[in-house]
């Protein structure tokens, strides 16, 4: 009788020069074994990992939410030393008697423009806000609303300073920080990043300028109207309000210039 570990795929004859082989691992055996291995390396690993706690409630673990809001205080911190050296240096060029009168007002002049002056005078107010997260349907014919119905997206925030400009505003701010030409707002999900620090709303933006004419151009805004649509049938946050006479912040952060570079 032939070794039970002979088979008809093998080859074997089933002579005596086989008889003193041993039985045949079978490697599927073989790679089970090998697979409970790698599970207990992994258990281990993870334990040493833990040492006892739950990762998932390790607060010593920072969340990328937590970084971005480090971050976002860090440049606050960054922007308002940059104001205070300013002001320093200001100060100083004050002092100097070296330019003319013409050349300090022309200086002011521009520093007007570019938003690193204070600005006061009278100004309204727009906050938009999410919708409830339960929102329905205000009106017939209308659809049930999606996720992206019910939040405040970057087009919406760009519409109203865009409007705001074209209706002579002399000067905006969002949230606590003045615009000026190389401003960008952006959103990152429902957050708004603006020259490096993160804002969830409401968001506020206040205009300096005619209340009169800075609300025609709010309501002659194309973007605005679709926009109020979503005020009217899911809820989205929209006031406007005339503040009297405010007076924005300058501008505090860096006005160099940051793009893209060919790679060499």
């Given amino acids: 009788m032939s070794n039970s570990a002979d088979s008809p795929g093998t080859g074997s004859t089933g ?6 082989r041993g039985p045949r691992v079978r490697p599927v055996r073989v790679l ?29 673990l ?26 320093s240096v200001e100060s100083l060029a004050e002092s100097d008697d070296g330019s003319t009168k013409a050349q300090d007002q022309k200086l002011n002049g521009l520093e007007k423009s570019a938003g690193t002056q204070k600005l006061t005078g009278r100004a309204i107010t727009v906050t938009l806000n999410d919708a409830p997260p339960n929102a329905t349907a205000k009106l017939p014919g209308y659809p049930e609303p999606q996720p992206d119905y019910l939040v405040i997206h970057q087009q ?11 209706g002579g505003a002399q000067g905006i701010k969002v949230m606590d920080q003045r615009l000026i030409s190389t401003s960008a707002v952006r959103c990152v999900g429902n957050t708004l990043i603006l020259q490096g620090r993160v804002y969830s ?3 506020k933006i206040t205009a300096v300028g005619d209340p009169d004419r800075l609300q025609q151009a709010l309501a002659a805004s ?11 049938v899911y809820g989205l946050g929209w006031k406007v309000t005339d503040d009297g006479t405010v007076t924005l912040p300058a501008y505090s952060g860096t006005v160099d210039l940051h793009y893209a570079k060919p790679v060499q």
Avoid at 15 to 20: P, T
């Fill in 222 to 232: 194309k973007a605005i109207q679709t926009y109020m649509v979503y005020v009217n």
């Fill in 32 to 60: 089970t074994a090998a697979v409970f291995a790698l599970a207990g390396l992994i258990f281990f690993t993870s334990f040493d990992t833990a040492k006892g706690t739950d990762i998932r409630q390790d607060g010593s």
């Fill in 15 to 20: 002579s005596g020069s086989d008889s003193g």
């Fill in 156 to 166: 919406d925030l760009q519409a109203v300073v865009n409007a705001l400009w074209k």
């Fill in 62 to 87: 920072l969340k990328l939410s937590d970084l971005i809001q480090q971050r976002s205080r860090k440049n606050k911190d960054l922007d308002e030393s940059n104001a205070t050296l300013r002001g």
């Fill in 201 to 203: 709303p409401p968001y």
